[in-house]
């Protein structure tokens, strides 16, 4: 089997299979895999607390002026580039999200009033969010 198929299997059973599953197959597939996946699991569960402080000192140490620049100290220049492309790309992200939520109006979804049709229930979409934030309003039954 060619590396590229076997990537693209490795990718499908991660996430159409569930964890458990997936455990299972890779403990009799691929044990040496399975064990930096735990590996990795109990590293982030130990050290998150510093990442996550950390991330916030680069994140503050970012959104300063130059001139008050003061790099956090167990922080390498590589993370500061690294953290100065995540904010970027998170920025826009975030940004589109929000922008999505207008209609062509310029109205925000989430504010939309609704007319008197609407009898203050909300119609569950099977996709996910419900449909009034999208403005359908359904007529009352009569």
């Known amino acids: 089997m060619s590396e590229s198929i076997a990537d693209i299997n490795r990718l499908t059973l991660q996430l159409m299979v569930s964890t458990t599953k997936y455990k299972k197959y890779l403990a009799k597939q691929d044990p040496s895999l399975l064990e930096e996946i735990e590996r990795r699991g109990r590293d982030l569960g130990k ?3 510093r990442i996550t402080g950390l991330s916030r000192d680069l994140i503050a140490y970012i959104g300063n002026d130059e001139e008050d620049r003061v790099a956090p ?3 390498t220049t590589e993370l500061v580039e690294i953290m100065d492309r995540f904010v970027n790309v998170a ?5 589109t999200l929000d922008e999505t939520k207008m209609d062509e109006s310029g109205r ?3 504010e939309t009033q ?3 049709e609407y009898d203050g229930e909300s119609v ?7 449909l009034h934030r999208y403005g359908y309003t359904p007529k009352k039954q009569t």
Do not use: F, N, Q
């Open 47 to 49: 050290y998150k607390s």
């Open 73 to 75: 100290a167990d922080s």
């Open 91 to 95: 920025l826009a992200h975030v940004k």
């Open 124 to 130: 569950k979409s099977a996709w996910g969010p419900t």
């Open 108 to 110: 925000d979804l989430e």
């Open 114 to 116: 609704h007319t008197d």
